[in-house]
T-cell receptor, first 111, second 115 residues
Framework: NAGVTQTPKFRVLKTGQSMTLLCAQDMNHEYMYWYRQDPGMGLRLIHYSVGEGTTAKGEVPDGYNVSRLKKQNFLLGLESAAPSQTSVYFC??????????FGQGTRLTVV | GENVEQHPSTLSVQEGDSAVIKCTYSDSASNYFPWYKQELGKRPQLIIDIRSNVGEKKDQRIAVTLNKTAKHFSLHITETQPEDSAVYFCAAPRYSGGGADGLTFGKGTHLIIQP
């Protein structure tokens, strides 16, 4: 039972490049979330999903897209990376919206 | 949406002493308040949570208290140990309800345990 797994763990992008972050959970959770963490800012919600095939915007969605084609996977895409997207990204999943379990994080640097 | 304020941003205590971190929230309908601990370079991990139908919850050396009238909740750590050093985050549901729409987090408290 791996819990929540994020891929990759580290990535460096050039401005304007695109990439996809993958989040996989094996707990059969309905709800999945993408947060970003910046120094002194806590965690801020980017996008979330309340079930397979659904997505919704969170607090800071601009510049990101998501997809939830399978219940266990939640993908976060950056179409044209900007230095302001340098951050640590955390995926989380939850059975009912409470007691969220986080992945190990992806440290993204955009140069 | 919910607004969560957390204080202090840094807290230094002597090993063995108690530590208290306080959070306030804005939505009186919020009903779930978790606390997460994040060690350096690691993921946030849930350490304790409380529902709005109780005023206090304990788990060994940690406890959380909730004051719905004043709209604040606090994390209490007693007999602090070096392994308690970490950043602690409080949170509340973004919208009224149980958190399905995600959580709003405080900005974190860096707890330092002095030997």
């Amino acid at each position: 039972n791996a819990g929540v797994t994020q891929t990759p763990k580290f990535r460096v992008l050039k401005t304007g490049q695109s990439m996809t972050l993958l989040c996989a959970q094996d707990m059969n959770h309905e709800y999945m979330y993408w947060y970003r963490q910046d120094p002194g800012m806590g965690l801020r919600l980017i996008h979330y999903s309340v079930g397979e095939g659904t997505t919704a915007k969170g607090e800071v969605p601009d510049g990101y897209n998501v997809s939830r084609l399978k219940k266990q996977n939640f993908l976060l895409g950056l179409e044209s990376a900007a230095p302001s997207q340098t951050s640590v990204y955390f995926c989380a999943s939850s059975y009912s919206g409470i007691q969220a379990f986080f992945g190990q994080g992806t440290r993204l640097t955009v140069v | 949406g919910e607004n969560v304020e957390q204080h202090p941003s840094t807290l230094s205590v002597q090993e063995g002493d108690s530590a208290v971190i306080k959070c306030t929230y804005s939505d009186s309908a919020s009903n779930y308040f978790p606390w997460y601990k994040q060690e350096l370079g690691k993921r946030p991990q849930l350490i304790i949570d409380i529902r709005s139908n109780v005023g206090e919850k304990k788990d060994q050396r940690i406890a959380v208290t909730l004051n719905k009238t004043a709209k604040h909740f606090s994390l209490h750590i007693t007999e602090t140990q070096p392994e308690d050093s970490a950043v602690y985050f409080c949170a509340a549901p973004r919208y009224s309800g149980g958190g399905a729409d995600g959580l709003t987090f405080g900005k974190g408290t860096h707890l330092i345990i002095q030997p």
